[in-house]
Nanobody, 117 residues
Framework: QVQLVESGGGLVQAGGSLRLSCAASRTTFSINVMGWYRQAPGKERELVAAIHNSGTTKYADFVKGRFTISRDNAKSTMYLQMNSLEPEDTAVYYC???????????WGQGTQVTVSS
């Protein structure tokens, strides 16, 4: 079992920035992939960005170069730097981790991001 603690959400005006963090508990499970998903009210959960411990990254098209995902393997922590935020980015953001791109069974509790216009 892996426990994930997210932080960094909040309220920001359009055009502003936030930095989300996700810290994973110490575990023998191999956390090779870490990612962020988001879910807005009435919408399905969607991938925002993900990163492999090799450094390979994936981004959703709507990121448009505004968001940057990174990780500190020594600290088992992942970050999402979000710039040029838009009201459409308002959602609960969830941390998701696993051993491969196709096996990410662990989820954080979510952190609310609200962007006002």
């Amino acid at each position: 079992q892996v426990q994930l603690v997210e932080s960094g959400g909040g309220l920001v005006q359009a055009g502003g920035s936030l930095r989300l963090s996700c810290a994973a508990s110490r575990t023998t499970f191999s956390i090779n992939v870490m990612g962020w998903y988001r879910q807005a009210p009435g919408k399905e959960r969607e991938l925002v960005a993900a990163i492999h411990n090799s450094g390979t990254t994936k981004y959703a098209d709507f990121v448009k170069g505004r968001f940057t995902i990174s990780r500190d393997n020594a600290k088992s922590t992942m970050y999402l730097q979000m710039n040029s935020l838009e009201p459409e980015d308002t959602a609960v953001y969830y941390c998701n981790v696993g051993s491969s791109w196709y096996n990410t069974p662990f989820w954080g509790q979510g952190t609310q991001v609200t962007v006002s216009s």
